[in-house]
């Protein structure tokens, strides 16, 4: 009936008489992609075909976001009144739909809401709707969506009776000449009249016509010198930092020094950057070869964009050595070299140390101590290996200065300082560092990103939790769960959730009520007698079940503050992990310090 042909027309007479800065086209082309020749308009920021389902799903939620940013800058006032006071600076949006039957059988009807909102709501924001739907009801353009739409045209259709529901009017006493398409009803006030659709281009040839249209829209393009219809965010297959940092968000991003951009959010393709007044302590998590350096790299990048002091920690290997040259960071190597830095931070982190207290002092809200500090130089402190730099802090090289209290000091009392650490972890060396106070104290910010997936590591760091079960924490859950009352209250005091909870009867509700759903973690446990605990390092115990073969012990792990409880018989739980690993869950109390009571 040539439904896509009127909307080449619709769209070809719009961009003749509209500008780029009075008008965004985005088209959604579920037909023959007869709209896809108008790519290239100024006034076009996208065609998406049902083969672009990302893309589709990234059009919507730009479009909702525009809803709601016009919807606070109009403060109350329609489209049209503000254009008239304020001027053509806000364009127009309208969203080309062909083939909305094809639309809902190809997307599950899942942005039918979406779409209600845009009729319904939309104009009021300057935001319109143009659809061609085969026909209306159920397998169409659904009624609720219908009914949003104040105009309807009608052109060749298979009886009188869906005339006159498209047009909502009663009788119908002309119908369009069937053979002639482009052919239809549109009425006007009270009369129903009959029109014929004009082709864009003199071309009769439906490829030679979308060629002309193609060129129309480069020649408009080329003679347009003015910024461009906003795209639709889309993230690059192959992202590099030297694209990255020149687009216009990135930039204007990194203009507040308030965040630190370095990479696109998924489900927007928005640039997504730290924020750095919630921000202190920075940890980038993950496995081996899960990108971790090169995460620190675009982060140390990003913060020469914010002219930062930047100062990168590196004491095995130096593949950072090239890098920090290339972007003029300090580097520092060596362990004599690291401890000089923080001895020189010292005086620094003093004199705002004591600005921060004041303010605190005053009353002032974070916010406000935050925008104090930024009258300092801001400094941003990169380490390549969180556990090679506890390990040197914590256990120095002969004739190096001790600087762990004072890293433990920093960690714990350096927020709002315009000073940031970001520091990479292998997941692997969390159980080591464990119960350090400098390592604890990073940790307790709960910033972060985990990298290679397995978001439950992460979820680990976070909390604190004290046991280290590589497949991840369901074990534990039913280690705790399966046998509530035989490990009885003396868990709770062990600060399963970094000291946060303390009650045991609370606790072992919310046990129970996980109990099913983290039952797939654990494939065996049972009981067992320990016949002896092994102490091999400050954070490692090993328990040998009495009847094993001597020499044979099962890793366990024992939070600060807690030992081995030496009653009942020494008993323990053993779990056998979905990952085929073993591991042994004694029974522990509190330290001595609590009363008996408490115990």
Known sequence: SGKSTFMQTLAGALIRKYTAKELNLYMIDFSNKALKCFENAPQTGGVVCEDEPDRLKKLFYMLNKKIAERKKQLEGISYSAYIRSKGKNMPAILVLLDNYNGFREKTDDCYEADMIKLAHDGMAYGIFLAITANNMGSNGLPNRLADSIPTT??????????????????RIDITPEEQLKGRGLVKVEDSILEFQTALVENETDEMERMLKIRATCERLKAAWNAPLA????????????????????????SDTTDLLPFAYDEKSAEIYGVDLRRTFCYLVSGKARTGKKNMLKILGSSAGMLHARRVIIEHTGNEFMQYAKSIGAEYLHTQQEQAQF?????PTFAERNRVKNRMKEEGEEESTIYQQMKKYETIFVFIAD??????????????????????????EKGSLH?????????????SSMRGSRAYEAMTSYHTGIQLGGNAMEWFIILLNLWVTIG????????????????FSSNLCYTSIFGG?????????????????????GVLKKRIVEVKEYEHPGANNWNGIIKGRKPGISVNISIPNGAYIMQEDN????????????FYLIPRIEAERESSKQEQ
């Open 471 to 486: 497949y991840g924490w369901k074990a534990i859950n039913m280690a705790i769960f399966g046998t509530a009352d035989a």
């Open 418 to 430: 315009n000073i940031y650490f970001i520091a990479a972890v292998d997941t692997k060396d969390i």
């Open 500 to 520: 946060i909870a303390y009650s045991a009867n609370l606790l072992r509700k919310a046990w129970f009520r996980e109990r099913e759903r983290n039952e797939m």
């Open 153 to 170: 045209l009608a052109l060749v259709m298979n009886d009188r009776y869906q005339y006159s529901e498209v047009l909502r009017t009663g």
């Open 570 to 581: 020494n008993m323990a739980m053993l779990i056998e992990n979905e990952d085929g690993n």
């Open 230 to 253: 906003v795209p639709i965010p889309m993230i690059p297959k192959n992202p590099v930092w030297s694209e990255f940092e020149d687009l216009e968000e990135v930039r204007a991003m």
């Open 386 to 411: 969180l556990h090679e730099f506890m390990e040197s802090v914590y256990q120095p090289e002969q004739d190096v200065i001790k600087i762990g209290p004072f890293v433990e000091n920093v960690m």
């Open 342 to 346: 923080f001895r020189d931070l010292l």
